[in-house]
């Protein structure tokens, strides 16, 4: 079957449920409003603005059958990549047009019929995550860097990590011990960021070909698009605490990211399906 699922799919449940077709949906809406927005030249040249100007009417239904047909075939492109993996010709700043115009439209969109902006953020990042998977390329450990939040830590650490994770006594009461090892295990860059601005600081110091990044829904949409062109593999923590205290980076989910990047390991997904071939 030529239609079938994306090989770098990834299991909903990393995400809180976040699913493709919430993404997918709302693309198609926002591309289908932009359409009726495009009607306005189709409409001009039957209505008095065009002002006896006989070039007009050909020249505002050129422009506006031109755009709807290239939003069309924008947003179908879309959808099939993001449904199957493949990417057509020309698709190679697939990317690019989600985050710079369809994201912040469905934004608005969501916000305006009433759906969870958590939720639509949960499945930008799963679509993203699979987006940069499908056009990954092996890179060297000291090329990835691995992001997170300074809330990892234990909040009644007396040791502070702002200056550098090294100084982490490693005593087991909070993840950033394992996470340490992790970095060693793999010989990866490492950094904890207090916030966004921070997180950017970093991103020009260490100058990575891609990161994974661990934090809530809000931070991760943002860093993704803040980070852009830069590959940013999101994977959400864990909240038992609430917002901003003692969560948990799933480190299952990292090391997978981390072995993918570095060509040590396939998505689940495609492996399974290689197995069966």
């Not at 290239?70 to 993001?82: D, K, M």
């Amino acid at each position: 079957m030529f239609l079938r699922k994306s090989p770098y799919s990834l299991p909903p449940e990393q995400y809180g449920g976040g699913r493709k077709r919430i993404f997918i949906g709302l693309m198609l809406a926002s591309c289908a409003l932009l359409c009726l927005g495009l009607c306005f030249f189709l409409i001009l040249p039957w209505s008095d603005l065009r002002g006896g100007l006989r070039w007009l009417p050909p020249l505002s239904m050129a422009m506006g059958g031109l755009g709807i047909a290239v939003l069309a075939w924008l947003c179908l492109s879309l959808v099939f990549h993001i449904y199957t993996g493949i990417l057509l010709p020309g698709m190679g700043g697939v990317r690019h047009v989600i985050i710079r115009l369809f994201f912040p439209l469905m934004e608005l969109l969501a916000k305006a019929v009433g759906i969870d902006r958590d939720k639509v953020r949960r499945s930008f990042i799963k679509v993203n995550n699979e987006l940069v998977l499908a056009a990954r390329r092996p890179v060297a450990p000291r090329d990835v860097l691995l992001l997170l939040p300074h809330c990892v830590q234990n909040s009644g650490c007396p040791r502070r990590l702002r200056h550098g994770a090294d100084s982490c006594a490693r005593c087991g009461k909070c993840q950033v011990g394992e996470l340490l090892n992790l970095r060693d295990r793999y010989g990866i860059q490492f950094a904890i960021a207090t916030g966004g601005t921070i997180a950017h600081r970093i991103v020009i110091q260490t100058r990575p070909r891609c990161i994974l990044a661990v934090a809530c829904e809000r931070d991760l949409t943002s860093g993704i698009q803040d980070s852009y062109p830069l590959p940013v593999f999101g994977v959400l923590n864990q909240r038992p605490c609430g917002p901003c205290l003692d969560t948990i980076a799933p480190l299952p989910a990292l090391e997978e990211g981390i072995r993918l990047f570095l060509g040590l390991a396939e998505p689940a997904a495609k492996a399974e399906r290689g197995g069966r071939a």
